[in-house]
Protein backbone atom coordinates (compact mmCIF):
# COMPACT_ATOMS: atom_id res chain seq x y z
CA UNK A 1 0.00 0.00 0.00
CA UNK A 2 1.01 3.46 -0.77
CA UNK A 3 -0.01 6.58 1.39
CA UNK A 4 0.41 10.37 0.83
CA UNK A 5 0.18 12.14 3.69
CA UNK A 6 0.14 16.38 3.39
CA UNK A 7 0.64 18.97 6.24
CA UNK A 8 1.70 22.28 6.83
CA UNK A 9 -1.94 24.09 5.99
CA UNK A 10 -3.88 26.23 8.38
CA UNK A 11 -5.10 30.14 8.42
CA UNK A 12 -2.97 32.70 7.55
CA UNK A 13 -3.35 36.48 6.33
CA UNK A 14 -3.17 37.83 2.83
CA UNK A 15 0.37 38.64 2.10
CA UNK A 16 1.21 35.83 4.75
CA UNK A 17 3.79 32.84 3.56
CA UNK A 18 2.76 28.87 4.42
CA UNK A 19 4.84 25.89 3.69
CA UNK A 20 2.96 22.76 2.70
CA UNK A 21 4.75 19.44 2.87
CA UNK A 22 3.51 15.94 1.39
CA UNK A 23 5.35 12.86 2.63
CA UNK A 24 4.94 9.51 0.66
CA UNK A 25 5.50 5.92 2.34
CA UNK A 26 4.95 2.45 1.59
CA UNK A 27 5.93 -0.47 -0.87
CA UNK A 28 6.80 2.45 -3.24
CA UNK A 29 9.94 1.47 -5.92
CA UNK A 30 10.58 4.77 -7.66
CA UNK A 31 8.20 8.18 -7.51
CA UNK A 32 8.23 10.04 -11.44
CA UNK A 33 6.46 13.05 -10.84
CA UNK A 34 5.10 14.85 -7.67
CA UNK A 35 2.56 17.54 -7.85
CA UNK A 36 0.49 19.79 -5.88
CA UNK A 37 -3.43 20.38 -6.76
CA UNK A 38 -6.07 22.81 -4.61
CA UNK A 39 -9.76 22.70 -5.44
CA UNK A 40 -11.82 25.64 -4.09
CA UNK A 41 -15.40 25.63 -2.80
CA UNK A 42 -17.75 25.05 -5.91
CA UNK A 43 -14.59 25.09 -8.27
CA UNK A 44 -13.20 21.94 -9.99
CA UNK A 45 -9.18 20.63 -9.20
CA UNK A 46 -6.78 22.24 -10.71
CA UNK A 47 -2.90 21.95 -11.07
CA UNK A 48 -0.68 24.34 -9.21
CA UNK A 49 2.76 23.00 -9.19
CA UNK A 50 4.63 19.45 -10.66
CA UNK A 51 8.20 18.61 -10.54
CA UNK A 52 9.45 15.82 -11.89
CA UNK A 53 12.03 13.13 -11.13
CA UNK A 54 14.46 14.90 -13.02
CA UNK A 55 13.93 17.46 -11.23
CA UNK A 56 12.14 19.98 -13.77
CA UNK A 57 9.23 21.88 -12.00
CA UNK A 58 6.16 23.74 -13.97
CA UNK A 59 3.24 25.82 -12.06
CA UNK A 60 0.20 27.37 -13.24
CA UNK A 61 0.19 30.80 -14.55
CA UNK A 62 -1.67 32.02 -11.44
CA UNK A 63 0.84 30.94 -9.16
CA UNK A 64 4.10 31.89 -11.02
CA UNK A 65 6.70 33.77 -8.65
CA UNK A 66 4.52 33.25 -5.59
CA UNK A 67 4.67 29.17 -5.40
CA UNK A 68 7.93 27.19 -5.06
CA UNK A 69 8.20 23.51 -5.25
CA UNK A 70 10.94 21.23 -3.90
CA UNK A 71 11.38 17.51 -3.99
CA UNK A 72 13.34 15.53 -1.71
CA UNK A 73 14.53 12.30 -3.74
CA UNK A 74 15.58 10.14 -0.75
CA UNK A 75 12.82 11.05 1.47
CA UNK A 76 9.95 10.37 -1.12
CA UNK A 77 8.56 14.25 -0.20
CA UNK A 78 7.83 17.19 -1.86
CA UNK A 79 7.10 20.64 -0.19
CA UNK A 80 4.86 24.01 -1.73
CA UNK A 81 6.75 27.10 -0.32
CA UNK A 82 3.81 29.26 -1.16
CA UNK A 83 4.10 33.26 -0.43
CA UNK A 84 2.34 36.42 -0.79
CA UNK A 85 -1.12 34.37 -0.48
CA UNK A 86 -4.01 35.94 -1.48
CA UNK A 87 -7.77 34.75 -0.79
CA UNK A 88 -8.08 33.74 -4.54
CA UNK A 89 -5.39 30.95 -3.03
CA UNK A 90 -8.04 29.62 -0.07
CA UNK A 91 -8.30 26.11 -1.10
CA UNK A 92 -7.93 22.37 -0.29
CA UNK A 93 -4.65 21.77 -1.83
CA UNK A 94 -3.49 17.93 -2.49
CA UNK A 95 -0.64 15.99 -3.26
CA UNK A 96 -0.26 13.62 -6.08
CA UNK A 97 2.60 11.27 -7.00
CA UNK A 98 2.98 9.40 -9.98
CA UNK A 99 4.98 5.98 -9.32
CA UNK A 100 5.56 2.54 -9.92
CA UNK A 101 5.40 0.11 -6.57
CA UNK A 102 7.23 -2.42 -5.78
CA UNK A 103 6.64 -5.80 -7.20
CA UNK A 104 5.32 -3.74 -10.11
CA UNK A 105 2.45 -1.75 -11.03
CA UNK A 106 2.09 1.56 -11.68
CA UNK A 107 -0.43 4.22 -10.50
CA UNK A 108 -1.65 7.61 -9.65
CA UNK A 109 -1.80 8.84 -5.76
CA UNK A 110 -3.58 11.34 -3.84
CA UNK A 111 -3.20 12.56 -0.42
CA UNK A 112 -6.21 13.26 1.49
CA UNK A 113 -5.72 17.10 1.51
CA UNK A 114 -4.89 20.20 3.65
CA UNK A 115 -6.96 23.38 4.27
CA UNK A 116 -5.65 26.79 3.32
CA UNK A 117 -7.28 29.81 4.30
CA UNK A 118 -6.25 33.44 3.19
CA UNK A 119 -8.56 35.97 5.39
CA UNK A 120 -7.94 38.67 7.24
Known amino acids: QVQLVESGGGLVQPGGSLRLSCAAS????????MAWYRQAPGKQREFVAG???????NYADSVKGRFTISRDYAKNTVDLQINNLKPEDTAVYYC??????????????WGQGTQVTVSS
Open 26 to 33: GSIFSIDA
Open 96 to 109: YADLEMDGGGLGDY
Open 51 to 57: ITSSGRS
